[in-house]
Every structure is written in C-alpha cells, then in structure tokens.
C-alpha cells in the first residue's frame, strides 16, 4: 500500500499568538517534530498550509494548499490532501496536526487497513489524525456540502477508533497555548 502522510497546518493559532507550526519545542519547530516522526512511516509526505509557502521551504516537502478555500475547518485540509493523493497515485493519506510532536512512532502500522481510522488516546478522540483512503475522496466531497465538522465526517466515513494506551505521556498531545509549550518541554526527556 502506498501511503502519503500529510501534516495539515491550518490552524489559526488564536491560543498561542503566532502560527504553532513554527514555534519551537526545544531546537525544533513544532512541525519539523512531527514530520521528524511521520515521514520514516510513510512512502511520501506534504505539507498542508496556505498563504506563504516559503516559511515551510526548510521541510524541503510539497506544500499542498486548500482548494475549499472557504471552509474554515481542518476537513479542507483531508480534501486537499485526499485530492493530491488521488492525482499522484496513492492508496491512503495518513492526517496529522503541525502541533502534536510526539506522534507515536507505530501510527501508521496501527492505523492503516482496509478502511478509515482515527487515533483514541486517554478516552479522547483524535479526529484529525486518520488514516484515509484515497477512495473516500468523491464521498468526502458530497459530505461537505452537508457539515464541515471533522467529527461528522469520522463518522460518516465509518471510522474505526484505534486505542493507544495512556503512558507517561499522551501521544497526541497538542500545542495550543504557552502552558502546553512549557509542559511539551518538560516532557521531551521521557518521549522516545
């Protein structure tokens, strides 16, 4: 199976006061941790984000813009990344937010299978972070015009909830505000 990661960075940021991605946990940005984690599991990887594309030229991946640009929801970004995926010729997309740097390194092995999947961790959903086939994108295409919630498409996708346990720390722990940063640092010592 031939599986693009893509880390979807199109978060508005409001919590944190400049673009998540690009803040740095330790000596590197918040997005190069998590394609530091997702690129070793996939056959390919880009980078979901519009506006300037050249603040993301250091990743030295493709930059694949929304072609929603009207929806304000991070389900632009799977569209868009499902739309690359079909033109190049892969069977699933794999979904991360720029924001969760210690992204398992079993995600995709545990994720992908014949059909979609989204990460479960301490009883919390994480809708963003999914395993999608390229299949799913002419029905994702009709399920916006119903709802843009991410939620709502996990479940009419028909998405299997894919556990991981509770350890030291959460996997997909997001970096929303100065307090997550600060606990992200103190954590870095325990992650592997």
Avoid: C
Wanted: aromatic content about 6%; charged content about 20%; overall charge negative.
């Amino acid at each position: 199976m031939n599986i693009l990661g893509a880390v979807i960075s199109g978060g508005q940021s409001t919590r944190m006061g400049s673009e998540k991605a690009l803040i740095k946990l330790g000596t590197k940005t918040l997005i190069l941790r998590v394609v530091d984690r997702l690129l070793p599991q996939v056959d390919d990887a880009i980078i979901n984000a519009n506006g300037d594309t050249k603040r993301f030229e250091f990743l030295e991946l493709d930059i694949v813009p929304d072609i929603e640009t009207e929806l304000q929801t991070p389900l632009a970004g799977l569209h868009a990344a499902l739309a690359y995926a079909a033109e190049e010729d892969f069977d699933a997309v794999v979904t991360v937010p720029s924001d969760t740097p210690f992204l398992p390194r079993d995600l995709v092995a545990k994720l992908s299978g014949d059909r979609p999947a989204i990460a479960n961790s301490n009883g919390q959903d994480h809708y963003l972070t999914g395993f999608w086939p390229t299949k799913l994108l002419p029905q994702l295409e009709k399920a916006l015009t119903a709802s843009n919630r991410v939620q709502d498409w996990v479940a009419r996708s028909g998405a299997v909830k894919v556990n991981w346990p509770a350890g030291s720390y959460d996997p997909f722990m997001n970096i929303n505000t100065p307090a997550d940063l600060k606990a992200a640092l103190a954590l870095l010592p325990k992650v592997r």
